[in-house]
């Protein structure tokens, strides 16, 4: 009888292709890493490539606490169309000769756009209105509103613009751009107000997340490179990149994973959440500081 390989823990950081959805990915990883336990933190459109982080085995109870707060992407975003999803997998609803837009038109309506801003996310999206996801809404021909919610955009830089001719023939341009932004942000939705504030309308044609959190895409596989060799971050390496550290002592490990609330150092109040490693530098919990102690939020010693 042949055995079944131990798959280790830890996070799997993959380089997405266009046209998978982010739980496709993760089906594919389930056959590659021949176990069912396998997660993902935060989703990217199907037409989108570049980072998900994905976890395996003990790692998806890692996955719900990690701060990928802050994520970058590289993006085209084409001025003089607007689409129904406001990226180019839905339809065109308009299109309006964009040749004129000056630069400075185009810089002032970035301008605009970064920092803190309220943002309405697209109606082709999986957030829920009363329960029912939007994009289902969309799809039955639903009015409806969805309010918009605060993100940060901190750094929004538009490196290249190209004069092209959209298969309608409408003058076009395409802007080559990099967004920094907080978790939850819309870039299709930045690309359609740019283009509603530049009265062309806009939509995003390519889209690549280079990072998500502290994680980068030179750590990232594609899935062919993962089916040869499985590489996986260890548990350990992947929270000590996350998370502050707090290396604790023989004793204090064992009071730990016996369930004692462990006194907590002042250098961790007011750091959120903590990563604690025995004196072997394994790793044993994510804790955060509660009345001067330390809550555990998920044991994996």
């Known amino acids: 009888m042949t055995q079944k390989p131990n798959t280790p823990d830890g996070l799997v950081i993959v380089d997405k292709p266009s046209g998978f959805t982010s739980h496709d990915v993760v ?5 590659i890493a021949r176990t069912r336990r396998v997660g993902h933190a935060g989703t990217l459109d199907p037409m989108a490539t570049g980072v998900l982080v994905l976890g395996v085995e003990k790692a998806t109870k890692l996955l719900g606490h990690l701060a990928l707060t802050e994520k970058e992407y590289l993006g085209t975003i084409r001025l003089g169309q607007n689409t129904l ?32 801003i309220m943002q309405v996310p697209s109606k082709v999206s999986a957030i829920k209105i009363d329960g029912v996801r939007s994009y289902k809404r969309a799809r039955e021909g639903e009015e409806f509103e969805i309010p918009a919610r605060p993100v940060t955009i901190s750094s929004f830089a538009v490196y290249d613009i190209r004069d092209a001719v959209a298969e309608d023939g409408t003058p076009v341009l395409d802007l080559v751009v990099s967004v920094v932004c907080s978790s939850g942000t819309y870039i299709r939705a930045i ?32 899935l062919d490179q993962l089916q040869e060799e499985l590489t996986v971050m260890p548990i350990a390496d992947a929270a000590a990149a996350a998370f502050p550290r ?18 907590m150092p002042d250098e961790y109040t007011g750091k959120g959440t903590v990563a604690v490693f025995d004196p072997e530098g394994q790793f044993l919990a994510l804790v955060e500081e509660q009345k001067g102690k330390a809550k555990s939020l998920a044991v994996f010693g």
């Open 27 to 31: 089906a594919k990883m389930r056959g």
């Open 85 to 116: 999803t406001d990226d180019a997998e839905g339809d065109i609803t308009s299109s309006t000769d964009a040749s004129g837009v000056e630069r400075d038109a185009i810089d002032a309506g970035v301008a605009k756009l970064t920092g803190a």
């Open 191 to 222: 690309a359609r107000d740019l283009g509603a504030d530049l009265g062309v309308g806009g939509h995003l044609t390519a889209l690549r997340r280079t990072r998500v959190g502290p994680y980068k895409l030179d750590s990232a596989r594609t």
């Open 246 to 263: 707090w290396d604790v002592d023989t004793k204090r490990t064992r009071l730990l994973l016996n369930g004692v609330r462990l006194d």
